[in-house]
């Protein structure tokens, strides 16, 4: 599945246009990307628009914003966005957005993540030793993309790493993330304490050279903060925080990427690549949320932020992770207040620890409450969450479970044009236009396919009830006849009721 | 599937006791109910209770509780909730609780509904013209209960209407609700013009007679709110809604069902049937949520609401619908005020319209939230939601999306014990006991299922990482490492560092 394009200047932007059976069309937001070249990848979009900027010294979003200047990866992200450019240029300029666009990345259409635009949705994919395929790779990434996923991240923990990333790479239309410590630890073979930043900063340049836009760095995980985790009931479920911190105890020294922040900033702005700080301290149960541990490195992904953006990067803060609802809101209201508004990004949080086989759904709550309180990119969970490897279908499940959770968020912050869809939906169900619900649906195969589970009949798609009620039931048709009843005058009969206080029949 | 029995006094409490390999045990509240008895059916045991009671003109739970009698029925739900029957005596007395127990309905197990007890939901069963067994019928009523439903309503509007219902009331343990206006409108052939106070009435006797434990009345529909909904995205929704509003406007006389409310009440009050006022006028898509319709009928409620209490009749009210998250808390707080806190009992909500055939997911997040805020019984929504009848599958994905909700409300709402099981299973999880993560969460062959996927291997059960990270790679293993480092002396210095400002290294 390709999407559509608006031009718009010189600019072709995708969109998922829909065509209703009543001639009105809506146009969806769409991440499927462009067709694959006949000699494999993705046509290099952005290359042109790369080659003119060579002069400058720190090529990043934040940095042209800065200087209020317009890109047109701006540009790009704003038509998606439905809004003005000047909104992607100064959100991104106030450390409020991010637009993850590494100058090695021309096959990326850019996007903007920010409490101010929609509500983002990242999937992750990447092999580990037990599983492990490029090929699988590249294709859980076109699924993703073809349900809506907005950035995606590579995982990867198994072999081949860097031919894995590259063909992921050279195949997206969206952002790429990664974990280079998890390539780190490889090159020591797993040994913890061999790790050392100069190891580190080779992954970096390697990883931005072939295009990666943001980076998960576990600068967060100070040695004091350790101690305070102790006493946990999940301890650390990172995996990232868990290679820190043993590090850290190992050595008893500080985190040498806490140490070294501002040289890992260097390689990010040569590249624009951006930060997504890690929570390494995230909790893993719901007993130890909002615990002092994760707490204090959020407090440090705070003062991280503020160097990250003096040095022209820009920066995303990671979240948990395993939060109960009623303390979901505070873990935004925190970031927000110690990160300065910086883009929010959190793992679910799961708000039950009872859920395996149904964390998409236990998580989608919470990544619902969350997203509607400012969060800018929910990172799905998949079925398979604490069990095992997703699959396609697990992908599919997470990436939907998520993309109703953002859609959701964005509803209630309100976003402008976020309710077209569910009105063009409900004004279809109304007026009993099955195949437009179904077009419109998140998933239409799923909504006809359980649709003609009762009702298999062709004709039951024009037919002026559901399989639930029945003909004689049908709320929806009896309203229609009622609105004929109100259309021949009893509908003023009601108004005059209704003005002399209702009371006429009433006691 | 049936439960364990925890003998309190004279009484058999069902609960599930589950013994994990530690040697610790965890009791869950449990719905499953008693073995059917080789006759068929479930054995009367409330029988002797009601037995007693031949004497009292009118013996409802609420007019019991107002004397200070605390029932066997009180004393056996406050051991499911671990509270003092006191608690759930003084909860009814004050309307903030209903114990629907028809005297009829000897089969039940009683329990409690309000929000000061445990969270609980509702399946929906019932035939339709469609689609009709009475065995289909039993079957979805014990499989509802396998996955936990606390009360369900048997909405059929197909043929045997009374052969079915009596048949799931016999083999039920948990209170069955009805929406008696379909029988009604059945024996008037669909005619809905030709519906009568009397004939209702009739209806009414009838499933009360047979141990109904509570209607669903739409006596809120008044006329003068009619006109209110015809400018609405969706219109009426609610099927008994529509079929009220349609009698109104044909004969333009007020809701039979408010005028002749007193005689409701009063066969209500000598079977001890709840009443579940019927939110006719919910809002059916995003757009009409929290509108002049629905906000009008809530506050005809409230009005409802006293006068039954004053008769002795226990109330619960039903709310919507659709509703965008930021309005989902409102309805719970308006509900507070004007039904004076009378339990609410709502379906889903759903935050979005987008998502037929995700419409469990999309609900259980609005649940979720509403729970949270207070709301004593969730109705769950089934994958077939807005487009068929819900097969055995269906029922199974609705009640663990809505056990998710509630169990979420119930972590939210701080109710007393709900987090063991949570902290059970992650402390299982921390270490490695595979076999009773399974065993504790909400569908125990699921969580095994996906584990299997990628590590098949028995062996597999007691390794101490997954197939998400693999062995390198674990973070909880990663943490036993760091544990142990911390135990040889690191410990003491991270200590000291701690306490000496955590700079020694840092700058």
């Known amino acids: ?77 704003a038509i998606r966005e439905g809004c003005e450019a000047e909104k992607v240029r100064s959100e991104i300029a106030r450390g409020r957005a991010i637009l993850p666009a590494n100058r090695c990345h021309p096959e990326l259409e850019p996007m903007v993540i920010g409490k101010a635009f929609l509500c983002k949705v990242n999937a992750n994919i990447g092999n580990s030793r037990v599983k492990a395929s490029i090929a ?3 294709e859980k990434l076109t699924w993703s993309l073809r349900w809506g996923a907005d950035t995606v991240m590579d995982l990867s923990t198994g072999p081949d790493l860097a031919e894995t990333r590259e063909a992921i790479l050279r195949h997206s239309p969206v952002p790429i993330g990664t974990v280079p410590i998890y390539e780190a630890l490889e090159r020591v073979n797993g040994r913890v304490e061999k790790l050392n930043i100069d190891l580190y900063l080779d992954v970096l340049r390697e990883q931005a050279e072939q295009g990666v836009d943001y980076f998960t760095v576990h600068a967060g995980v100070r040695l004091a903060h350790i101690p305070l985790t102790t006493r946990r009931v999940c301890g650390i479920v990172s995996r990232g925080g868990s290679i820190l911190a043993k590090w850290c105890l190992v050595h008893h020294r500080e985190n040498f990427l806490y140490e070294h922040f501002d040289r890992i900033c260097e390689v990010l702005a040569a590249y624009d690549v951006s930060f997504s700080l890690g929570d390494g301290l995230r909790p893993g149960a719901i ?45 935004q209201r925190l970031a927000d207040l110690w990160c300065d508004e910086a883009p929010f990004y959190t793992l679910g949080p799961l708000v039950t620890d009872i859920a395996p086989g149904y964390d998409h759904m236990a998580s989608a709550i919470g990544a619902a409450v969350i997203g509607s309180q400012g969060c800018a990119m929910l990172c799905y969970v998949t079925p398979k969450e604490h069990l095992g490897l997703p699959e396609k279908e697990d992908v599919k499940q997470g990436m939907i479970a998520y993309k109703i959770a953002a859609h959701t968020a964005d509803l209630a912050k309100g976003q402008p044009g976020a309710r077209d869809r569910d009105d063009a939906l409900s004004r279809a169900r109304f007026e009993f236009r099955w195949a437009d619900q179904f077009a419109l649906a998140i998933d239409p195969d799923t909504a006809r396919s359980y649709h003609d589970a009762t009702l298999p009949a062709e004709g039951a798609k024009s037919a002026h009830f559901c399989s639930m009620c029945g003909p004689r039931f049908c709320s929806m048709q009896l309203t229609h006849e009622l609105r004929e009843v109100a259309e021949k005058g009893m509908a003023d009969k009601a108004k005059e009721f209704v003005e002399t206080g209702a009371e006429i029949y009433g006691k």
Do not use: K
């Not at 809506?26 to 991440?31: G, H, K, P």
């Not at 160097?307 to 990671?318: D, F, G, I, P, S």
């Open 1 to 77: 599945m390709t999407a559509s394009r608006v031009l718009v200047g010189d600019l072709a932007v995708p969109c998922r246009e829909i065509h209703l059976t009543n001639g009105e069309s809506i146009r969806l937001y769409d991440t499927a990307g462009p067709a694959i070249l006949p000699e494999g990848g993705l046509p290099p979009g952005r290359a042109q628009w790369i080659a003119r900027r060579t002069g400058d010294r720190t090529p990043t979003q934040l940095w042209y914003a800065r200087q209020g200047v317009v890109t047109e990866e701006m540009r790009f992200a």
């Open 136 to 138: 699988d790779e590249v």
């Open 287 to 331: 007993a130890d949320a909002n615990d002092e541990a994760q707490l204090a490195e959020l407090r440090t992904l705070g003062e991280l932020v503020v160097r990250a953006r003096e040095r022209n990067v820009q920066t995303m803060v990671e979240g948990p992770g395993h939060v109960p609802l009623h303390l979901v809101a505070e873990n």
